[in-house]
């Protein structure tokens, strides 16, 4: 569908423009995947008002359109990008030839390129560069962007992000970090199970009246108890001080650290990304030992974004996959009740009840997307193993046939490449796989070779094909008629019982292979399919020359090449 997103979901797909009746303004509401009404405000920014009021307006037309941000953390990305940019246009410089802008038409290349040479003094190139892409990227959807800047905009940055080497976990740490989120999850899923269905016995009536099922209810469906003595009851002294509210909320909602550990035990069996797994909805039970998540990642594209992830409890492995993830959806089910009763229902299923907050908030605390920072003190989650910081790209790394240790099927070429490239262990086992693997194909080579092609029985320099002596042009051994392929198809040879190798073709045969091993490189796969068996066949005939021969007759490839070139293209010789 030309011009549109993806039908599903529905949400995140739209945008609204400021509330009230004052025009545009500072302050803009974006429909997300993950937050239905998000305020965008620039008014705390720095820069001209008319300035941020029309940055305001691209974010809007940015978040509207087909590539434009469907979750919050875009949106906090290209605010904090923006942030930076506006903050350079506001402040003169001694130094700079350019005046304060007060409208996006005032933006000029030279406030850009300085932009971007003022961050670089500041920050890394990856960073800069990405603060300037999203900048670029809001220019794109302002309607008064001059053509000089849209050029300077459209411009390619003619650089690439290094590849950042990601060490796996060893095996023993990968277990300890598992055992230990999931001895979280036991314990919290025993604490809120068991209060929960107090909870709802009471609501339904079916139990004894006691204060603390009252106090239970109240804390699933109103946030809170409403009594002093319902606070009692739950082991705190009272509703005036948060950490007694804190108290009393732990019988039924998840904290932060508490959902890092679902988080990173979910990541410890399937090796997911963090972005779906904060997204995921609701397991969908399919028997006693399997469930199903249906999961998100829109980095991947319309066609690939949702895919159904199934768990599967395996004891011979140790692997309690769907077990775990029902122990999750359990502890956080009182989460979704109070959501519902406060009409704000969800089936998302990492949900947490801050420290200091007045509701639930969901996915893993933002300061754990990463290391495993603490909670609420920064210095970490009290549960990680000591001398261990929680890190999601290398544990989707370390999980045994998962994550990016799957088959290359499950990522396209370009994310596989990136996987092994950023992955020490896996580098070096597709290298010896690679190595392996050709070490096959010159074998199998040299064996059709010893049994096809006939060597030192020279018919003579006048029945030279391209690549190798034939003993009969007249009589092709297949067909019993003359033979046409000896320069056109001159790799056919190779598969010919006519076909010997001399010395004289060796020059020949070595610019053969030059060309092509530069043709491997352009044409990818399909050099694999038309070229890598008969390359190997020919590789294998040259080193049956010694390397004097191979060294001599390599001063004459260059002349050679123009011949084999002609012949591949199917043009007449040079």
């Known amino acids: 569908m030309s011009g549109q997103r993806a039908a599903q979901p529905p949400t995140g797909l739209q945008a609204s423009g400021p509330s009230g009746d004052a025009g545009p303004g500072l302050a803009v509401t ?152 999931r001895k979280v999850i036991e314990d919290a899923h025993a604490r809120i199970h068991a209060a929960h269905l107090e909870a709802l016995e009471h609501g339904a009536g079916n139990a004894p009246d006691t204060a603390k099922g009252l106090a239970l209810h109240e804390l699933m469906t109103l946030g809170m108890p409403q009594s002093k003595a319902g606070f009692r009851s739950l082991a705190a002294l009272g509703p005036h001080d948060y950490r007694q509210r804190f108290v009393a909320r732990r019988h039924l909602f998840l904290d932060g650290d508490e959902v890092l550990a679902a988080a990173v035990l979910m990541a410890c069996h399937r090796g997911l990304n963090l972005s779906p797994i904060v997204m995921s909805g609701m397991p969908v039970e399919i028997d006693a030992d399997t469930v199903q998540l249906d999961l998100d990642k829109p980095r991947r594209g319309p066609g690939l974004r949702f895919w159904p992830e199934i768990l599967t409890d395996n004891t011979d492995r140790n692997d309690q996959a769907a077990r775990d993830v029902r122990m999750i959806a359990e502890a956080t089910e009182p989460a979704r009740t109070w959501l519902a009763h406060n009409n704000q229902p969800s089936q998302r299923l990492l949900i947490r009840w801050p420290f200091t907050a007045n509701k639930p908030h969901f996915g893993v605390p933002s300061a754990t997307h990463q290391q495993g920072a603490g909670t609420r003190d920064g210095n970490g989650a009290s549960w990680i193993p000591e001398g261990i910081r929680i890190d999601f790209q290398r544990l989707r790394r370390s999980v045994p046939h998962q994550g990016v240790a799957k088959e290359p099927t499950d990522h396209n070429p370009s994310t596989y490449l990136h996987y092994v490239r950023t992955d020490a262990l896996a580098l070096a086992e597709q290298q010896l796989e690679a190595a392996a693997g050709i070490q096959t194909a010159m074998d199998r080579a040299r064996l059709e070779v010893q049994n096809r092609m006939r060597e030192g029985q020279d018919s003579g320099e006048s029945k030279d094909a391209l690549i190798a002596n034939c003993r009969d042009p007249e009589t092709k051994p297949t067909t019993g008629l003359p033979c046409t392929t000896g320069y056109f198809s001159f790799l056919d040879c190779l598969d010919c019982e006519n076909a010997a190798t001399v010395s004289r073709l060796l020059p020949r045969q070595l610019a053969a292979l030059d060309v092509l091993e530069d043709l491997r490189d352009a044409l990818g796969d399909a050099w694999e399919r038309k070229f890598a068996r008969r390359y190997y066949m020919l590789k294998s005939i040259v080193e049956r020359h010694s390397p004097a021969e191979r060294l001599a007759a390599a001063d004459q490839v260059k002349a050679h090449r123009p011949s084999i070139i002609a012949a591949l293209r199917q043009e007449g010789p040079r």
């Not at 350019?98 to 406030?111: D, G, K, L, N, W």
Request: hydrophobic share 35%; proline share 3%.
């Open 30 to 181: 974006l429909h997300l995947e993950d937050a239905p009404n998000y305020g965008v405000d620039l008014s705390r920014m720095a820069g001209a008002e008319t300035l941020r009021r029309d940055f305001a307006q691209a974010v809007l037309a940015w978040s509207a359109s087909e590539r434009g941000g469907r979750r919050t953390f875009s949106v906090l990305a290209i605010k904090r990008a923006l942030s930076y940019f506006l903050k350079y246009v506001e402040e003169p410089s001694a130094d700079r030839s350019v005046s304060r802008v007060e409208f996006i038409a005032e933006i000029t290349p030279f406030h850009l390129r300085g932009y971007h040479a003022e961050m670089l003094r500041l920050r890394s190139r990856t960073t800069v560069d990405d603060y300037f892409n999203r900048v670029r990227t809001l220019l794109r959807f302002a309607g008064t962007t001059s053509d000089a800047t849209r050029r300077e905009i459209n411009k390619r940055q003619g650089w690439s992000k290094p590849e950042t080497q990601i060490e796996r976990y060893s095996k023993r740490d990968f277990v300890r970090i598992r055992d230990a989120a």
